[in-house]
Structure formats: structure tokens, C-alpha cells
């Protein structure tokens, strides 16, 4: 795969989950050591107006602190990205995500929440206002499954990063759940669905067993 014209379909094709999780995460070393990849980007753009076909659909939080593109050193048409405070499933969600498998080819579904989240916090301080409400109503199953010591609030960090774990174990189950396409796409290998855990401080992406 070129660095100055998007993959192609034949290079996706070419490619396993496998290999491409490993590219995401030699990109994350990539980003954490600041030796990104030199691309060009005006040549990208044209070579982008032939059509898609992205290695892989990450589903992320809104936080402006996670660059997701960048975090993994990748271009345009590399990866799909969808975002929603708090990294979780909804119909819109699973129909992208659908859509960046079945459809476009995408052979990685990854659920990456992040350190320190704020819809993450909010949902363990219980805040309710306006449609935020029902946006925290997605991550309180997390944050009733978590186990901790001391306050369930945003003022016990281990408690909020265990919830933040956790609430990206329940999404992938919840992805499998709600999903035949994706589920069965995963049982027969031809995709996974991984989750892992960004570092506002480090920058590195820890992938969750």
C-alpha cells in the first residue's frame, strides 16, 4: 500500500484482520514516538474521488483529545470512524459499522474508549441534563457492573477508568448482540471485534484481552 494514493480494493482484500491490527498499532507506536509517516496529501485526495476501501471501522468518543486518524498514523481512506460521547452502539452505529463490513469491505471493528473520559464521568456522577441523559443511560450498564472501593463517582479514578474498561467490554458484547451481520461475519473470520483504551498522557493505545 502507497503512502501518496488510498488502499485499494485488491490490497484491502489482500489483507487479514490480523495484519491489520497490527498496522493500527505499529501506526500507535508510530504517533507515540512522533515518526509519523510522510504522506501527501493533495495526491490522496485525487486518488480518494475512484472510491473506498477502508481496512477498518473504529468506534470512538467524541473527545476532541482523541485524534483517532492521527492516533494511529493512517490516512485518508485508510479507516472508517464513528464517534459518539462515550464510544457506544446505537442502531445508527451498528448500521455504519455494518455498512464498513458487509458493504465496503472493512475487516476490523474496533471500540476504543479512552482515559479520563467525560460522558464516562458524568455517567458515574449520575448528571442528568437535557438528551445528555439519555446519552448516559448507553454507559450506566458499565458503570452498575463495576466493582470498587471507596466513591462511585468521578472523584475515585480507578473506579472511572474500570468503568471505562468495562463499558467497551459491554459494547463489543452488545455489537455481537445486536448485529447477526457483524456476528456472524466474526464467527466465520472474515472480520473481529477488538477494544482497547487510549492514554491521554502517553498517547498509546492498550488493546483490553
Given at each position: 500500500?502507497?503512502?501518496?494514493?488510498i488502499?485499494?480494493?485488491l490490497?484491502?482484500e489482500a489483507?487479514t484482520p490480523?495484519?491489520?491490527?497490527n498496522?493500527?498499532?505499529?501506526g500507535n507506536?508510530?504517533?507515540?514516538s512522533?515518526?509519523?509517516h510522510s504522506?501527501?496529501?493533495n495526491?490522496?485526495?485525487v486518488?480518494?474521488t475512484v472510491g473506498?476501501?477502508?481496512?477498518?471501522?473504529?468506534?470512538?468518543c467524541v473527545?476532541s483529545?482523541?485524534p483517532?486518524?492521527t492516533?494511529?498514523?493512517?490516512?485518508i481512506g485508510d479507516?472508517?470512524?464513528?464517534r459518539?460521547a462515550?464510544n457506544?452502539?446505537?442502531k445508527?452505529?451498528?448500521?455504519?459499522?455494518?455498512?464498513a463490513c458487509?458493504?465496503?469491505?472493512?475487516k476490523?471493528v474496533?471500540?476504543?474508549g479512552?482515559?479520563?473520559?467525560g460522558a464516562?464521568?458524568a455517567?458515574c456522577?449520575?448528571?442528568e441534563?437535557?438528551?445528555i441523559?439519555?446519552?448516559?443511560?448507553n454507559?450506566k450498564p458499565?458503570v452498575?457492573?463495576?466493582?470498587t472501593?471507596?466513591k462511585?463517582d468521578?472523584?475515585?479514578?480507578?473506579?472511572?477508568?474500570d468503568?471505562?474498561?468495562k463499558?467497551v467490554?459491554l459494547?463489543?458484547?452488545r455489537?455481537?448482540e445486536?448485529?447477526?451481520?457483524?456476528k456472524?461475519?466474526e464467527y466465520?473470520?472474515?472480520?473481529?471485534?477488538?477494544?482497547g483504551?487510549?492514554?491521554l498522557q502517553?498517547?498509546?493505545v492498550?488493546?483490553l484481552s
Amino acid at each position: 500500500m502507497g503512502l501518496n494514493k488510498i488502499i485499494t480494493k485488491l490490497e484491502q482484500e489482500a489483507l487479514t484482520p490480523d495484519e491489520i491490527l497490527n498496522d493500527l498499532m505499529e501506526g500507535n507506536n508510530r504517533f507515540t514516538s512522533d515518526n509519523f509517516h510522510s504522506r501527501d496529501y493533495n495526491a490522496l485526495k485525487v486518488s480518494a474521488t475512484v472510491g473506498q476501501y477502508p481496512k477498518a471501522v473504529i468506534l470512538s468518543c467524541v473527545d476532541s483529545r482523541v485524534p483517532v486518524e492521527t492516533v494511529f498514523d493512517q490516512g485518508i481512506g485508510d479507516i472508517f470512524v464513528a464517534r459518539v460521547a462515550g464510544n457506544f452502539e446505537n442502531k445508527d452505529i451498528l448500521g455504519s459499522m455494518e455498512y464498513a463490513c458487509k458493504v465496503a469491505g472493512s475487516k476490523l471493528v474496533f471500540v476504543m474508549g479512552h482515559e479520563s473520559c467525560g460522558a464516562v464521568s458524568a455517567a458515574c456522577d449520575g448528571i442528568e441534563l437535557g438528551n445528555i441523559t439519555h446519552l448516559l443511560s448507553n454507559i450506566k450498564p458499565a458503570v452498575e457492573a463495576v466493582k470498587t472501593e471507596g466513591k462511585r463517582d468521578s472523584t475515585n479514578k480507578k473506579f472511572v477508568h474500570d468503568v471505562v474498561e468495562k463499558n467497551v467490554r459491554l459494547t463489543m458484547e452488545r455489537v455481537r448482540e445486536k448485529s447477526p451481520i457483524l456476528k456472524d461475519m466474526e464467527y466465520k473470520g472474515d472480520i473481529k471485534i477488538i477494544g482497547g483504551v487510549y492514554s491521554l498522557q502517553s498517547g498509546k493505545v492498550e488493546l483490553l484481552s
